[in-house]
């Protein structure tokens, strides 16, 4: 069993940035995949971006809606895999989840194994 904590969530208005993390403690977090999704209410959860890594090579894929505004990474050595959230606009307000797989990046969240309990994230006009 992997547990995800998130944490980093907030209040912001349009324009602005956040940074999410995502801690998994005690894991060895490099073996797995982790992926950022949200859910706006009334609306299915939605792939934000992913990453891998094997070796020294990191693999990452967004979704077309945060290309350019958004940066994953991780940390491996702290377990912990970041979202850093810029020029914020008002559709991007969900609740942010963290998840993670063993296999490769996939966009489909019923493909991932663990998740955290999410984190809101409200951006104003």
């Known amino acids: 069993q992997v547990q995800l904590v998130e944490s980093g969530g907030g209040l912001v208005q349009a324009g602005g940035s956040l940074r999410l993390s995502c801690a998994a403690p005690?894991?060895?977090?490099?073996?797995?995949?982790m992926g950022w999704f949200r859910q706006a209410p009334g609306k299915e959860r939605e792939f934000v971006a992913v990453?891998?890594?094997?070796?020294?090579?990191?693999?990452?894929t967004y979704a077309n809606s945060v290309k350019g505004r958004f940066t994953i990474s991780r940390d491996n050595a702290k377990n912990t895999v970041y979202l850093q959230m810029n020029s914020l606009k008002p559709e991007d307000t969900a609740v942010y989840y963290c998840?993670?797989?063993?296999?490769?990046?996939?966009?489909?969240?019923?493909?991932?194994?663990?998740w955290g309990q999410g984190t809101q994230v409200t951006v104003s006009s």
């Open positions: 998840a993670a797989r063993r296999l490769g990046r996939s966009v489909i969240p019923t493909e991932y194994d663990y």
């Open positions: 990453v891998s890594w094997s070796g020294s090579i990191t693999y990452i």
């Open positions: 005690g894991r060895t977090f490099s073996i797995y995949t």
